[in-house]
């Protein structure tokens, strides 16, 4: 009995430590600005809403679950990268209502659609200027409200310390330094017992 309760606590860990799933609002974000004085923090797709991490430059779907997508890259002109190969630009363009926005397009301005599996961009058949109530604030869409502090509209400054790292086992929340800590004492009291 206590072997498989080691075991689904293992299970448990590395399922939280799967690739593609984000702890990316623990990290600082981009904000993009525009030449009117506008800025932005989300960029729009088809499909959903992404922001970019400042330290890597990958793309994080913030639409539903936070999943960082591993094979993205954006460098500081705006172009996207999937898999080495450029597929498209962010950029500012105006929304259905006017709005500077922030939008991931193809070469000729239509909107990327972007599979949330494994992060491939197609273009979609629509423009910008078609999509109407889009947001700019990263804050809207984040599983993790406590990263945006009070008012919701702030960004993790890169000075500050990001808040601990943690996962949720058995609808507790524990700090991941802990749980690895819990689960190295777990292994070593399992190899003592087979060793004695």
């Keep these: 009995m ?19 799933v984000a702890v990316a609002q623990t990290f600082a ?3 993009f600005s525009d030449v009117t004085g506008e800025t932005c923090e989300v960029v729009h797709t088809a499909n959903a809403d992404l922001v970019v991490l400042s330290s ?5 779907i913030v639409t539903g679950q936070d999943i960082t997508l591993q094979d993205t890259a954006v ?18 363009q105006p929304d259905g209502a006017g709005v500077r926005t922030l939008w991931w397009t193809s070469l000729t301005g239509r909107i990327i659609n972007v599979d949330e599996l494994t992060g491939e961009p197609t273009v979609s058949e629509f423009f910008p200027e078609e999509i109407t109530g889009v947001s700019c604030a990263a804050c809207d869409f984040w599983d993790d409200q406590t990263v945006c502090g009070d008012g919701g509209d702030d960004v993790v400054d890169d000075d500050e310390s990001p808040p601990l790292l943690t996962i949720t086992v058995c609808g507790v929340s524990t700090p991941i330094a802990f749980a690895a800590m819990f689960m190295g004492l777990a292994s070593i009291r399992l190899v003592r017992r087979r060793s004695a």
């Design 2 to 20: 206590r072997l498989r309760f080691h075991l689904t606590i293992h299970v448990v860990l590395a399922m939280a430590f799967a690739p593609g």
């Design 75 to 92: 460098d500081t002109s705006g172009f996207v990268f999937f898999e080495g190969a450029e597929s498209g630009l962010i950029s500012f």
């Design 29 to 31: 974000w981009q904000v």
């Design 56 to 60: 890597t430059g990958q793309l994080v």
